[in-house]
């Protein structure tokens, strides 16, 4: 009798944990849908600049930086979003960390846009 007992709380319990990580599962997967829908959006701009030919050498070598960072990001949001996870906390722990690193390349691709913004208006003034 005792043992029922304990293996259904052990199953509430394991039931409670399952609906936890999948809950967060679910925000990271919300997350990295947001990050590769801004990394498509700037890929998709920053073509334009691109094809023009109208980009000094530094332009250019930040409009690479721009398409590299963003590119790495949605591959990894990508990663993220399409394999099917297993709710564990390592998964959770592997997908923060990807999702970190592709914040700190979006930060990057940013910085990168604002000094691109900055070097056009240097020329153009």
Known sequence: MLTDNQNRRDLELNEHQVKDLNRRLGILDHKCSALLELSSVVLALNII???????????????A?????????????????????????????????????????????????????????HILG
């Open 49 to 63: 600049p691109a094809v023009s030919g109208n980009l000094s050498d530094v332009g250019s070598l930040l409009s």
């Open 65 to 121: 930086i721009i398409s590299v960072t963003f590119l790495v990001s949605s591959l990894l949001s990508l990663f993220v979003l399409w394999i099917d996870w297993q709710p564990t906390e390592q998964v959770v722990e592997f997908r923060t960390s990807i999702y970190r690193f592709c914040i700190f390349l979006t930060a990057i691709g940013l910085t990168a846009i604002a000094a691109l913004m900055l070097n056009s208006l």
